[in-house]
C-alpha cells in the first residue's frame, strides 16, 4: 500500500559499467566490517613490503674484504649470484625440487579430497581429516627429527629391509635428496589437500549423476567433469605447495643436512656463516623473483586450462 503524499522513488539507472564499478567500490569500503579489515591488512603490507624494501637495499650494497656493508649502490651481489655455481645452482636445485613436490602433492592429495568432499560418514571423515592435517598439527623440528629416527641406519626402514634379506648393510638415507623429498611432502601435501577439497566439495552431484547414466566410466568422468572443475584448487594447491618449497629450509636442513644445494640453506650459510648479509640478501631476492615467476606461470596456464575446458 501507498501512502498518499509520499515521493516516489525514482529507479536507479544502471549507468555505464565505469561508473557502477565506482559505486560498487564506495558501497564496499561503507561495509560495517571494512573498517576493521583496514588494521589487519595494514599491518599484513608493512610487514610484507618494509622488510623486502630493507632487504633490497641491502643486497646492492658493495662489501670490503670481511664481507662488511659499505656505502653505495651497485649489481656486485647478484652478478655473483647469477656467475657462481655455487649460488646460482642451489636456485635451480629448488626449482627441481618445487616441480616434483608439487607434482606428487598433487597426485596423492585427490583420492584423500576426493573422500573427504564425497565421503557420507562424518566419523571416517573426521579422522581422515585429522590424519592429512597431522602434519600440520605438530611442530616443523619433531617431524624433522622424526623423520631422522625413521631413516637412521638403526632406523625401522633399514632394519625392516635387512630382516627381509633385500640388503645386508644399512642404506645411508638419512641424508640422501630422496629422504628430503619425501619429508617435504609430507610437511606441504596438506595445504594441496585443503585446496582441492574446497574445489571437489564445490562440484554439484548431479554432474557425476548425468557423467554415469550416459555410459561414462569413472576414469572418464575425472578427466572430463571433475579435473576441469576443480583446476581452480588444483591450481591453488599448486601455486601454494610450489613457493613453500622453493624457500623451504629447516626440514632439508634437519633431515638432509647442512650439505643440500638448495637455496634456503645456501641463504643461511651466506647470512650466518660466512657473515655476507648483502650476498644473502641478493640470493632471496633472486629466489623471490623466480618464485613469482614460476607461480605466476602456473597460474596462467591454469587460467588457459580452464578457459580451454569452457570452450
Known amino acids: 500500500m501507498t501512502h498518499q503524499g509520499a515521493r516516489p522513488v525514482p529507479a536507479v539507472e544502471p549507468g555505464p559499467p565505469a561508473r557502477r564499478g565506482l559505486r560498487n567500490r564506495a558501497a564496499a569500503f561503507r561495509h560495517p566490517g571494512a573498517l576493521a579489515a583496514v588494521v589487519p591488512s595494514v599491518f599484513l603490507v608493512g610487514a610484507f613490503v618494509v622488510p ?21 649502490v651497485g649489481l656486485d651481489q647478484y652478478r655473483e649470484v647469477f656467475t657462481t655455481s655455487y649460488l646460482w645452482g642451489s636456485v635451480v636445485e629448488s626449482l627441481g625440487l618445487a616441480v616434483r613436490v608439487s607434482l606428487t602433492c598433487a597426485v596423492l592429495a585427490y583420492p584423500v579430497a576426493w573422500f573427504l568432499a564425497r565421503s557420507p560418514g562424518r566419523t571416517s571423515r573426521t579422522i581422515v581429516f585429522t590424519i592429512a592435517l597431522s602434519p600440520l598439527l605438530t611442530s616443523e623440528v619433531v617431524r624433522s627429527f622424526g623423520w631422522r629416527i625413521v631413516m637412521s641406519g ?3 626402514v633399514n632394519s625392516t629391509l635387512q630382516a627381509l634379506g633385500l640388503i645386508d648393510e644399512s642404506l645411508p638415507l638419512l641424508r640422501s635428496p630422496w629422504t628430503v623429498f619425501l619429508a617435504v611432502v609430507h610437511v606441504l601435501l596438506p595445504f594441496a589437500i585443503i585446496t582441492l577439497t574446497a ?17 561414462a566410466s569413472r576414469i572418464r568422468t575425472f578427466l572430463r567433469v571433475v579435473l576441469p572443475l576443480s583446476a ?7 601455486v601454494l605447495v610450489f613457493s613453500l618449497t622453493m624457500g623451504i629450509y629447516v626440514t632439508p636442513l634437519l633431515v638432509g643436512g647442512a650439505n643440500q644445494q638448495l637455496a634456503g640453506l645456501r641463504i643461511q650459510n651466506e ?15 633472486v629466489l623471490l623473483v623466480v618464485t613469482l615467476l614460476a607461480c605466476a606461470a602456473i ?4 587460467r ?7 570452450g
Do not use: K
Request: aromatic letters at 4%; glycine letters at 12%.
Open 154 to 156: 638403526e632406523g625401522p
Open 271 to 285: 647470512a650466518m656463516v660466512s657473515f655476507d648479509q648483502p650476498r644473502a640478501a641478493a640470493l632471496s631476492f
Open 299 to 302: 597460474t596462467a596456464l591454469g
Open 304 to 310: 588457459v586450462w580452464e578457459r580451454g575446458n569452457r
Open 232 to 238: 581452480p584448487g588444483l591450481v591453488a594447491g599448486t
Open 52 to 72: 623486502l624494501a630493507g632487504l633490497l637495499v641491502l643486497s646492492l650494497r658493495p662489501t670490503d674484504a670481511l664481507n662488511n656493508p659499505l656505502p653505495g
Open 199 to 215: 574445489s571437489l566439495t564445490a562440484i554439484d552431484g548431479s554432474l557425476l549423476r548425468a557423467s554415469a547414466s550416459l555410459g
